[in-house]
């Protein structure tokens, strides 16, 4: 199965800034079939982007995704206090479908 | 407005089987994949296996020998089974809906989650 390995573990950044959340995979992920979920405590995940780059629903054009082969991001320009979570990317080019550890962005 | 919506016991003892049931309220079961993904206390998300309407499954290889997930389009349903539950099993099981049925494994929607503790 694919392994994704999530960089960094934990990433504290103020209000305004930008952050950049890493995703490596140990085999090509095949046709972008990446996606990015947002978590917060207590509640179940909710998908933010898919085929690495299109946003899901609803979601704010703050939050963008870029990559391609094994090598991903997930950019949120203007961090705002509500976006402090945890960030998941999960792959389904290849089943099993399969997560990463997850990256926790706090707010300073 | 679809939602979902996890329900079964919250606690199983080792050894036996762990039933989990998803309601699907606001629209139909039809059209889409269902799956049951898992996470342990602390840990990441583990996708378990998934559902068409139709009835056709696919299934995580590591956990294969004990799953079963099934769907009753009559009561708007999917549920899963996990045989021979160890404490390993312990998580919160979500249960949730796979946005292109074409190209399955992208979660768009999500129930609560409900956490399900291995012990006797």
């Known amino acids: 199965e694919i392994v994704l390995t999530q960089s960094p573990g934990t990433l504290s950044i103020s209000p305004g800034e930008r952050a950049t959340l890493s995703c490596r995979a140990s085999?090509?992920?095949?046709?972008?079939?990446l996606a990015w979920y947002q978590q917060k405590p207590g509640q179940a995940p909710r998908l933010l982007i898919y085929g690495a780059s299109n946003r899901a629903i609803g979601i704010p054009d703050r939050y963008s995704g870029s990559g391609s082969g094994t090598d991903f991001t997930l950019t949120i320009s203007r961090l705002e206090p509500e976006d402090s979570a945890v960030y998941y990317c999960q792959q389904y080019g290849t089943s099993p479908w399969t997560f990463g550890q997850g990256t926790k962005v706090e707010i300073k | 407005q679809v939602q979902l919506q996890e329900s079964g016991p919250g606690l199983v003892k080792p050894s036996e089987t762990l039933s989990l049931t998803c309601t699907v309220s606001?629209?139909?079961?039809?059209?889409?994949?269902w799956s049951w993904i898992r996470q342990p206390p602390g840990t990441r998300l583990e996708w378990i296996g998934n559902i068409y309407y139709s009835g056709s499954t696919t299934y995580n290889p590591s956990l294969k020998s004990r799953v079963t997930v099934s769907v009753d389009t009559s009561k708007n349903q999917f549920s899963l089974r996990l045989s021979s539950v160890t404490a390993a099993d312990t998580a919160v099981y979500y249960c949730a809906r796979e946005a292109n049925p074409r190209r399955p494994g992208r979660f768009d929607l999500w129930g609560r989650g409900t956490l399900v503790t291995v012990s006797s």
């Open positions: 085999q090509t992920v095949s046709s972008r079939f």
């Open positions: 606001g629209g139909a079961l039809t059209s889409y994949s």
